[in-house]
Nanobody, 115 residues
């Protein structure tokens, strides 16, 4: 059974930093495109950032220059470094693993930005 386990969420003050981690129990992790998505309260899930199997990066305009996605294939882990966070970054953050017809989601981790 494939599992994606997110960690690192919590309460952070505006302007602060947080690092999310997602570890995947999949074989051939390096073949997967890995992404972070988020779902703000009362809104639809949206893309935050993606890192492909070839290490190409893409991120939402709202987080460019503040959030950085990276991966460690030796640890089957993808990270999201969140800097200069804003109240509008408050959401449940989900990890996604995608390869061909395979698509897996984590259970989500809550990030709350508030003073």
């Amino acid at each position: 059974q494939v599992q994606l386990v997110e960690s690192g969420g919590g309460l952070v003050q505006p302007g602060g930093s947080l690092r999310l981690s997602c570890t995947a129990s999949v074989s051939m992790f390096s073949m997967y495109d890995m992404g972070w998505y988020r779902q703000p309260p009362g809104k639809q899930r949206e893309l935050v950032a993606v890192i492909t199997s070839g290490n190409r990066l893409n991120s939402a305009a709202s987080v460019k220059g503040r959030f950085t996605i990276s991966r460690d294939n030796a640890k089957n882990t993808v990270y999201l470094q969140m800097n200069s966070v804003k109240p509008e970054d408050t959401a449940v953050y989900y990890c996604n693993a995608h390869w061909a017809a395979l698509d897996y989601w984590g259970q989500g981790t809550q990030v709350t930005v508030s003073s």
